[in-house]
């Protein structure tokens, strides 16, 4: 019988649209630490590509706006934020802007435990990526919530 959710794909994968896809899987491979299980080649293009982290999966191919895929540097940004925890953020997200990636917020630790930061890869996609550095108590957690967004306001 024919399961109507495959074993091996989550409930919900992302499908990203870039101007190179062949450089942006090395980019993601490399920096984020994916792997590829598979790649279709579409003349000079990719049609269609998956990348694995964990029990994750993103699909990357290139754009195709005749059929409606742009990408954002294309449509003029992102209204999207992916995040991603890695063992090393320093690292991962040094070795993000080495490979081309721009710092759109810097690392900071912050209140809910993680130390993390984002950035906009070579083709327009935000990564939030974190490493989680403290586990807090609800309490605490509160407390530290409560004094962010009175930081924040200006109280």
Excluded: C
């Excluded at 990203?16 to 994916?34: H, K, N, Q, W």
């Excluded at 940004?77 to 081309?100: Q, R």
């Excluded at 327009?124 to 989680?132: C, D, K, P």
Aim: net charge negative; charged share 25%.
């Amino acid at each position: 019988m024919v399961q109507p959710i495959p074993d091996d794909y989550p409930r919900i994968s992302v499908a990203l649209s870039v101007d190179g896809g062949a450089d942006a899987i090395a980019f993601y491979t490399e920096v984020l630490g994916m792997t590829e299980r598979m790649r279709i080649p579409m003349g000079d293009k990719i049609g269609h590509s998956e990348l694995t982290l964990g029990d994750s999966l993103i699909m990357v191919a290139d754009e195709f706006p005749e059929m409606g895929f742009g990408s954002p540097k294309r449509l003029g940004g992102t209204p999207v934020n992916m995040s991603v925890y890695v063992e090393d953020v320093d690292a991962t997200f040094a070795a993000a802007l080495a490979a081309g990636a721009t710092e759109v917020r810097p690392l900071v630790d912050q209140f809910y435990g993680d130390r993390s930061g984002t950035i906009e890869d070579p083709w327009g996609h935000h990564w939030h990526i974190a490493t989680h550095i403290e586990d807090i108590d609800p309490d605490e957690m509160a407390r530290r919530s409560d004094a962010a967004m009175a930081e924040m306001s200006g109280d």
